[in-house]
C-alpha cells in the first residue's frame, strides 16, 4: 500500500486563483514530518514547507500553507495568488519517525498548470 | 557552500555496460540516498545510508550497488546498465531525524540503449 497518496496526476488554475493540491498519508506512527516538494522544468527539487505531527498550527510560508488534518490523515498544499512560475511538479513526501526510521517515501507527484 | 554535487548530468549507456554516478554532499549529513524517478511513478528509492559504513536497499535496489566510505560521498555503480534502468537519478541528503528536509542534487538524466 502506497505511504503517500496524491490523487490528482494533473492540475490547472487561472493566473492569480489558489489552488489545492491533495495529500494523503498512512502510517500508524504519532511522530511523523510532512513535506512538500517542487520540481520546476528545469528538474531541480526544491523544498516547500514542512508540518511536524505535533504541530498545531498549519504551516505557512509566503504564499505556501499546508492544510493538515491529522485525523483524517491529509496534508494538502496550498498555493494562494498563482503565478506562471508555480507551473511544475509537486511532490508530497512523509519522515516516519519510529517505525520508519526516518526514511523519506514520496507520493506520485501532481503536475500543477498555471494560465495566464 | 556547494551543497549536493551530482555528476554527471547526462549520460547514455550501451545495454550491459557499467557506470558510478557521483553524489557528495559538504554539509556533514548522515543520511545520503538515491532515488530514481520515472513518469508518473515519483521518486522510488533505490538505497540509503545513515553514515560511514553502514547501507541499506531501498524500493527497487536491483541492478545497483552503493558504498559509503565516507561521510561526503555516497556513489552509485549500475553493475550492468539495462533499458529498465532509464530514468533521471537523484541523490539526497540530510541530517537524520524526522523533521529535516532533503537537500537534492541536480539530477542525472540516464539512457541505456
Known amino acids: 500500500a502506497q505511504k503517500i497518496t496524491q490523487t490528482q496526476p494533473g492540475m490547472f488554475v487561472q493566473e492569480k486563483e489558489a489552488v489545492t493540491l491533495d495529500c494523503t498519508y498512512d502510517t500508524s506512527d504519532q511522530s511523523y514530518g510532512l513535506f512538500w516538494y517542487k520540481q520546476p522544468s528545469s528538474g531541480e527539487m526544491i523544498f516547500l514547507i514542512y508540518?511536524?505531527?505535533?504541530?498545531?498550527q498549519n504551516a505557512t510560508e509566503g504564499r505556501y500553507s499546508l492544510n493538515f488534518q491529522k485525523a483524517r490523515k491529509s496534508a494538502n498544499l496550498v498555493i494562494s495568488a498563482s503565478q506562471l512560475g508555480d507551473s511544475a511538479m509537486y511532490f508530497c513526501?512523509?519522515?516516519?519517525?519510529?517505525?520508519?526510521?526516518?526514511?523519506?517515501?514520496f507520493g506520485r507527484g501532481t503536475s500543477l498548470i498555471v494560465h495566464p | 557552500n556547494a551543497g549536493v554535487t551530482q555528476t554527471p548530468k547526462f549520460q547514455v549507456l550501451k545495454t550491459g555496460q557499467s557506470m558510478t554516478l557521483q553524489c557528495a554532499q559538504d554539509?556533514?549529513?548522515?543520511?545520503m540516498s538515491w532515488y530514481r524517478q520515472d513518469p508518473g511513478m515519483g521518486l522510488r528509492l533505490i538505497h540509503y545510508s545513515v553514515g560511514a559504513g553502514i547501507t541499506d536497499q531501498g524500493e527497487v535496489p536491483n541492478g545497483y550497488n552503493v558504498s559509503r566510505s565516507t561521510t561526503e560521498d555516497f556513489p552509485l555503480r549500475l553493475l550492468s546498465a539495462a533499458p529498465s534502468q532509464t530514468s533521471v537519478y537523484f541523490c539526497?541528503?540530510?541530517?537524520?531525524?524526522?523533521?529535516?528536509?532533503?537537500?537534492f542534487g541536480s539530477g542525472t538524466q540516464l539512457s541505456v540503449l
Open positions: 513526501a512523509m519522515r516516519e519517525g519510529e517505525g520508519g526510521s526516518y526514511i523519506p517515501t
Open positions: 539526497a541528503s540530510s541530517f537524520f531525524s524526522q523533521n529535516e528536509k532533503l537537500f
Open positions: 508540518q511536524g505531527s505535533y504541530d498545531e
Open positions: 554539509m556533514n549529513h548522515e543520511y
